[in-house]
């Protein structure tokens, strides 16, 4: 287990963005290097203590899937060795947790795509019996299984306010409606392929998120990060259940933490007691494993 590293700070690379997780720079203008943190956030704010090992974690599993995805959708994973692009003496913020990445031009939306009910999507079909405007069957128990997995856009919120669900109609109006077609075939082809994967391996993916950029020509491209535990909501299959809330390989187990203690979802987020940050540890680790082998 490594130092935990809430925070980067490179010298030798023009620093441009610090998100939640990832902290970005450049390296000329084609390339980017992304920085995976060990910092944690959930409810949309960054929570005080970093997760040992996390940005490790996210950086090999998101190689993998891209590696794996690759037929599917192209991504903006470069072969280039992230130590080579720092100084010297910078190379422990970086080693086994930065990407060199193509520099593309983000869309403003979350794809997320939805297979169970769960989170935000069952708050929204108890209320509305749909989520973000796609109307599902009557009756569904809270984790039950989709007849068919959805697209379930989110607008990209500014840091520090709520990522909110929207209409695919609103998609097509922030993107135009050629773009969200695309987004909307590929976000449902990268999660059955990747369902059909962890399935296999003892992990049911109940819902995850895509990011898509594009290139000077207006190409789509995966980027981001790709199903890890903190864009994807993963549970192991030999727990699972519908009615409850089921155990879960991701921040879940935080979140379900943070709504114990009535926190109000505003900063300064409480500290995490020490055994809630060991576990999640793990359950990030156990992911990778079992996931990635």
């Not at 990832?22 to 084609?30: E, G, K, S, T």
């Not at 708050?123 to 796609?134: E, H, L, P």
């Not at 296999?200 to 491209?221: H, N, V």
């Not at 187990?253 to 999640?280: G, M, Q, Y």
Request: charged fraction near 25%.
């Amino acid at each position: 287990m490594s130092k935990p590293l809430a925070e980067s700070s490179l010298k030798s690379l023009e620093f441009l963005h610090r998100g939640k997780v990832r902290d970005l720079y450049a390296i000329d203008a084609n390339r980017l290097l992304v920085v995976q943190t060990d910092r944690l956030s959930a409810f949309d704010v960054i929570l005080p203590d970093p997760i040992p090992d996390k940005g490790q974690v996210l950086t090999e599993l998101s190689t993998f899937w891209f590696h794996r995805l690759a037929p599917v959708i192209r991504n903006h994973l470069l072969p280039d060795d992230p130590l080579s692009v720092v100084a010297p003496s910078e190379r422990d913020q970086v080693a086994g947790r930065a990407m060199v990445v193509r520099r593309l031009t983000p869309l403003l939306v979350e794809a997320v795509v939805r297979g169970y009910v769960a989170g935000s999507g069952w708050k929204d079909y108890q209320a509305t019996g749909s989520i973000c405007g796609v109307t599902l069957p009557a009756g569904l128990a809270q984790a039950e299984k989709l007849p068919e997995p959805i697209f379930t856009p989110a607008s990209k919120a500014p840091k520090g306010e709520h990522d909110e669900n929207i209409t695919f109609d609103e998609v097509e109006r922030t993107i135009g409606a050629s773009m969200a077609a695309k987004v909307r075939e590929v976000s449902l082809a990268l999660y059955r392929e990747a369902a059909a994967h962890a399935l296999a391996r003892g992990i049911i993916i109940a819902d995850t998120k895509f990011e898509f950029g594009t290139d000077a020509d207006g190409g789509l491209w995966l980027i981001d990060e790709a199903l890890t535990p903190d864009s994807s909501r993963f549970w192991p299959v030999a727990e699972y259940r519908t009615g409850i809330s089921p155990p879960a390989f991701d921040k879940q187990f935080v979140r379900d933490w943070l709504e114990s203690v009535h926190w109000d979802k505003r900063p300064p987020a409480p500290k995490l007691p020490p055994d809630i940050l060991a576990k999640t540890a793990e359950k990030y680790r156990e992911a990778l494993r079992l996931l990635a082998g």
